[in-house]
């Protein structure tokens, strides 16, 4: 496989200080890329562009999923207060969750706040961001995703924690909580070890993997592996995911572990 050269990946924090140590991250990339290509890590993607913020904002809550049952075909027209929100977000006024966003969508919104003369494809660009969003799936309705790779991509610290699926015991007891009217918060104690929570410290070295996953897409084209040890390896439970991100005896398989060291090589 033949594998693109890169010049620079460039993090990008969209609400997520706090949530994970984005110093941290770039330096696992420095260590795993060498000196080329250089990581840059930058802050709001939106704050050069002030000036334009009820723009971006109508874009963004245009990017609104009302219903994960009907595909959005075409831009919906936000409503008023919907903007309002999403400029306030914009602004660093607020950090409210509970939004879903068409994942193509919100990329695509990320892509106009690349600097014209920074869209080369050896230039990786990495929108960390608590946005949770939603691609459209097989089974005719929305699934929330833990990423999107692409030019850019992008990926949610709030995805890494309600996107994969949690033990299936979980929802039967679940149910059983709501029933009985128990506070699910115990629930969730009683799972944290085998799911992500939303202040996890296992957050950072978790991200460490996907990001890593963003550089495989702007290496080869497919930022996944089959084998379920491998960072890269698609988890769709929480279970996988903790066990390919931290448990897994090695960081990559042998194919994907041959082929970055060969491309340091190069």
């Not at 990495?126 to 999107?148: G, K, P």
Request: with cysteine; charged share 25%.
């Amino acid at each position: 496989m033949r594998l693109r050269q890169l010049e620079k990946v460039i993090l990008y924090d969209e609400n997520v200080a706090g949530m994970v140590n984005l110093e941290e991250i770039a330096d696992y990339l420095r260590e795993k890329l060498g000196a080329v290509p250089s990581v840059e890590i930058r802050g709001n993607p939106f704050n050069p562009y002030l000036a334009r913020s009820a723009d971006f904002a109508r874009k963004l809550a245009a990017a609104k999923i009302h219903d994960v049952t009907r595909r959005m075909i075409s831009e919906t027209v936000p409503l008023y207060g919907e903007i309002q929100y999403e400029e306030r977000k914009i602004l660093g006024k607020t950090r409210a969750f509970g939004v879903l966003y068409d994942g193509f969508r919100l990329l695509r919104v990320f892509a106009e706040l690349i600097p014209p003369d920074e869209r080369g494809l050896g230039l990786v660009h990495i929108f960390l961001t608590n946005r949770l969003f939603v691609t459209w799936a097989e089974d005719q309705r929305y699934h929330a995703r833990t990423s999107v790779y692409g030019l850019p991509s992008i990926i949610s610290t709030t995805g890494l924690v309600e996107a994969p699926a949690k033990p299936r015991e979980y929802y039967l007891l679940k149910q059983q909580y709501e029933m009985l009217g128990k506070d699910i918060l115990e629930l969730n104690e009683r799972f944290k070890g085998r799911c992500l929570g939303c202040e996890d410290s296992r957050l950072t070295p978790v991200m460490k993997g996907y990001v890593m996953q963003a550089v495989f897409y702007a290496l080869s084209g497919d930022p996944f592996c089959q084998d379920k040890g491998c960072k890269l390896y698609n988890a769709h439970w929480q279970e996988e995911l903790i066990f390919a991100q931290l448990e897994s005896h090695s960081e990559f398989c042998q194919r994907h572990a041959e082929l970055l060291a060969g491309w340091r090589q190069n």
